[in-house]
């Protein structure tokens, strides 16, 4: 049978002496015990409701892509033929707005996306409904869908300025070499039917066909309007890097197009 001895006075005050004294077993406990406390408040903050969690994201979401589309790419919709087999109709593209902010310039054999220089395309049919209008017209402004006014084009570039650029037959020469296209449309030459040229690019300017060049309006049918059928380098948006959509059409073109 054990018995329990009482404890003499030393005993009892040494236990004490341990539990109270600094560094001892019970203050560690309590440090512990106020670490956790004030880990748990900062981890208790109270989060932020939906209704402005939701509207933050989506904020940030469009500045993103404000940000995408103004500098680094964005996207057009192929509305023709005229550059088929390279690039179909519907066929969505990524052009890179980033080489023309780092110097870039277009050269021959480049496909480009640019603004109308004038009356090339006919007029653009208007959304008579307010709602989907202005709903379309800030998508388009901030780059999840493709331009709505839709006047751009996209042609390769042939020659830029002071070149020579002239066809005759079946043979396309820039500066009197003659130019290989092997990206033609199947069927296609490089003049299909129409002779022109000399013409001599004016500076700052580039002349452009369509790969299909049998189905293409370009620089050869605007050679009474502005610049001669040419295109100023400041209406060219940029290079055409890639088609993203549909999947099945994907193609990578290269920084700067090929």
Request: proline residues 10%; aromatic residues 6%.
């Amino acid at each position: 049978m054990a018995v329990n001895l009482p404890e003499t006075p030393s005993e009892a005050e040494g236990r004490a002496d341990s539990s109270a004294a600094p560094g001892g077993r019970a203050e560690a406990r309590r440090r512990a015990r106020g670490g956790r406390a004030r880990k748990a408040r900062r981890t208790r903050r109270k989060p932020r409701p939906w209704w402005i969690e939701i509207p933050a994201m989506i904020a940030v979401g469009l500045t993103l892509a404000l940000l995408i589309k103004t500098c680094l790419l964005q996207v057009f919709t192929i509305p023709s033929g005229s550059m088929e087999n390279t690039l179909r109709i519907g066929d969505r593209v990524g052009v890179n707005k980033l080489a023309p902010l780092t110097g870039w310039e277009p050269e021959p054999g480049q496909p480009v996306v640019f603004k109308d220089p004038g009356d090339w395309l006919p007029p653009q049919p208007v959304d008579g409904n307010p709602f989907t209008n202005a709903l379309t017209s800030a998508l388009s402004f901030v780059g999840l869908v493709p331009p709505k006014d839709d006047n751009y084009l996209v042609k390769r570039v042939i020659a830029t300025g002071g070149q020579t650029v002239q066809c005759t037959g079946t043979t396309l020469t820039v500066n009197g070499k003659k130019v290989d296209e092997p990206y033609l449309h199947p069927g296609d030459d490089s003049c299909a039917g129409l002779d022109f040229g000399p013409v001599t690019v004016p500076a700052g300017h580039i002349w452009v066909e369509g790969d299909h060049r049998s189905d293409s309006a370009d620089s050869r049918y605007h050679r009474s309007g502005p610049g001669g059928g040419a295109v100023p380098v400041g209406n060219v948006v940029g290079p055409v890097s890639a088609v993203v959509w549909p999947l099945n059409h994907f193609d990578w073109f290269g920084w700067v197009g090929r």
